[in-house]
């Protein structure tokens, strides 16, 4: 297998920073891109290049799974967290009103 490469060097000859992407097709993969990218005085750069394989689509089912997981989870105790805020509120006026 061939060994991934552990820096890289833009057609400037600066050094690409290591960054990890956020995009649902390529979550966690990392990249080389140039710090200069889409900068004013390096606005012609637009190095680029992946560091990790791509995810293999049952590790991207998989993900894409997992993060519906949690977004159900924050739903729902974000159900739970006003549900107790009207207890809590409803305790208070029955405290001082009743
Ligand atoms: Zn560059």
Request: net charge positive; glycine share 6%.
């Amino acid at each position: 297998m061939e060994e991934p490469i552990e820096f890289s060097v833009c057609g400037y000859g600066i050094s690409a920073q290591l960054k990890i992407s956020w995009s649902i097709d390529n979550l966690g993969r990392r990249f080389f891109g140039c710090k200069n990218h889409g900068s004013l005085l390096h606005r012609a750069c637009r190095f680029f290049n992946w560091f990790d394989p791509p995810m293999t689509p049952r590790a991207r089912v998989v993900l894409l799974r997992v993060l519906k997981r949690i977004k159900e989870n924050e739903v729902q105790r974000r159900k739970e967290r006003l549900c107790w805020f009207i207890i809590f509120v409803v305790c208070v006026v029955m405290i001082w009103f009743v």
